[in-house]
């Protein structure tokens, strides 16, 4: 296979590297950074740790992060991390805490949901740890709500100031099967509204099949925003 013009072979990436004088401490600095990051995120969630190994679980944790990948019971440990989004942690451990917090045993928890909602409101969009943190308790709410929630979430929907943190409540069944009349005119409003809004917009009116925004939907099938556009074919073959 003769090799694209212009591109490396891995061998020759490497020796380019060693070949440049700056790039060993440019490793140094990105390790010491990691470094920093990992002694930031343990020492902040030191005593939520401490907490949860003071429950009496069948198992220790050394990192809240387990809990993510564990498929072992730790519902004791719920209020806990429920209770610790309301403390001043971090965006990176509010992140892991809220992704901990998306198991079958928190599935409609109006003291879980309620805490989701008011880290959610609290939280900004500034790319990096709070964009990604805010996304991360969006999603855990859209897992987690029941139909109690359906105006919280309206709301938050509409609420232009959360950006495109808002996008993941989308994927709520609470939007998805909402039972309200104008819910398909909610939605369709939001087509208005940033790319990736759209595009998460587009595929909740497919899931609910929502044929009165075809028209709509169809203008945006020559969108410039290629992925806008790809989203929006696709819908509409579902409500047409």
Known sequence: MKKRRGSLTVEEYFKRLEADPEYPARVKAREEAQARAAAEFHADERELVEEINRLGLPFKIN???????????YSPALPILTEHLGKPHIPRVVTVIARSLMVPQAKGSVSIVTRLIEVFRRTSMRPGGEQVCKEAVGYAISRLASP???????????DKSH??????????????????????????????????????????????RCVQAAEAVRRLVDSPDRDVAKRAARALKKLT
Do not use: H, W
């Not at 990192?63 to 019971?73: A, L």
């Not at 069944?173 to 104008?182: A, H, K, L, Y």
């Open 148 to 158: 109690v929630f359906e105006d919280a979430i309206r709301e938050l929907l509409l």
């Open 163 to 208: 950006g495109d943190g808002r996008a993941c409540l989308l994927l709520s069944n609470v939007i998805i099967r909402s039972r309200r009349p104008d819910t398909c005119d909610l939605l369709t409003g939001l087509l208005e509204d940033t790319p990736s809004m759209v595009c998460f917009t587009l595929d909740a009116l497919a899931k609910r």
């Open 63 to 73: 990192c809240v992060q387990e809990f993510v990948y564990t498929t072992r019971d």
